[in-house]
């Protein structure tokens, strides 16, 4: 069974800090992300300055969406355009999750694929601007209808990857509803619980190929996304766990494994020696299963045969010990 793609979703957690940023990005790298994502966002492009806020917060609570959007919107395009660099140059993929048409088309040669935010599932303009690249998109499904899922998938292109989501901050892990994984094809995971191993391992084993967590450097910064966020602690955890359950699973392929060898000889019956047996031909009182597997298999014919050597009570019988007995053994292999 694959590992999920994992996305350390960084968003605004950098608090327009291009330091922190890159900070975030080896931390992430080092701690076995497979990309960083970021949200270009600027405050008034994206909400009106009335817009209520729709998301818990710590800290200094801001009042209006605007308000909130603007601490953290500090990096313009050329500063996502460097921290696509550093991503480069830690190893992970760059993803960017933007908002509006004009976004998409800067966006697009840095990125290996789309992220849409669930809020924007309805937005057709954004779904039709991103579908012309052609590229993967990742698309969140929080607080939307089959309907309108469908409706998006029409616009945008294949492959996209439905990624379950409940769009609330945080989310308890009893509203999760991981089962809804197991109707998308292909089929991912945007968290927002407090981070929690086995919401995030339950949404691999239905079936996620991805797996989207927000991921900051201290949970107990200020802001709506720090305190629900794994931190390089939580990821590297997340990993080693992944990996564990990865050698549960195994291959899925049916064999007999080499730790099995010795309980296959010797835990299996064969046909031995009822009591001290003479040259001649065998009974069924004369023979009798036992363990180990050394001998003749159950399934072969031994009654009526010709022992050609003595035998000592309760020693396995092998074909040599037969006369015509090892073409007939050659028949009947141990089942």
Not at 35 to 63: E, I, M, N, W
Not at 281 to 303: E, M, S
């Amino acid at each position: 069974m694959k590992l999920p793609y994992i996305i350390a979703e960084i968003g605004l957690n950098h608090g327009g800090s291009h330091t922190l940023a890159n900070d975030m990005i080896h931390a992430a790298a080092a701690a076995g992300a497979d990309a960083c994502k970021f949200q270009y966002v600027k405050a008034d492009r994206l909400v009106s300055r009335h817009a209520p806020t729709y998301f818990q917060q710590a800290g200094a609570v801001a009042h209006t969406q605007h308000e909130f959007f603007a601490r953290s919107d500090a990096i313009d395009r050329h500063g996502y355009e460097y921290l696509a660099r550093c991503c480069a140059d830690y190893g992970v993929d760059f993803l960017c999750t933007v908002f509006d048409v004009e976004s998409v088309h800067w966006i697009a040669p840095l990125v290996p694929a789309f992220k849409v935010a669930s809020a924007d599932i309805t937005n057709v303009p954004l779904l039709d601007a991103i579908a012309g690249y052609g590229k993967p998109v990742y698309l969140s499904t929080g607080a939307a209808t089959d309907d309108e899922i469908d409706t998006a998938l029409h616009v945008l292109p294949t492959p996209t990857t439905l990624l379950h989501c409940v769009l609330s901050y945080p989310t308890p892990p009893n509203q999760a509803q991981l089962g809804i994984i197991r109707d998308y094809l292909p089929a991912g995971y945007s968290d927002h619980t407090l981070f929690n191993l086995d919401v995030l391992t339950t949404a691999w084993l239905l079936g996620a190929t991805v797996i989207e967590k927000h991921f900051t450097l201290d949970k107990t910064l200020p802001g709506n996304d720090h305190y629900h966020s794994m931190d390089p602690t939580d990821l590297r955890a997340l990993v080693a766990k992944l990996k564990e359950l990865q050698a549960m699973i195994g291959d899925g392929e049916k064999r007999v494994l080499p730790i099995e060898e010795a309980a296959r000889l010797n835990a299996r019956q064969s046909w031995h020696a009822a009591r001290y047996l003479a040259p001649g031909i065998l009974t069924a009182a004369d023979v009798v299963l036992k363990r180990p597997g050394t001998g003749l298999p159950p399934n072969f014919p031994i009654v009526g045969q010709y022992l050609n050597r003595a035998v000592a009570a309760d020693s396995p019988i092998y074909a040599m010990s037969l006369t015509g007995g090892l073409a007939e053994a050659e028949k009947s292999p141990i089942l």
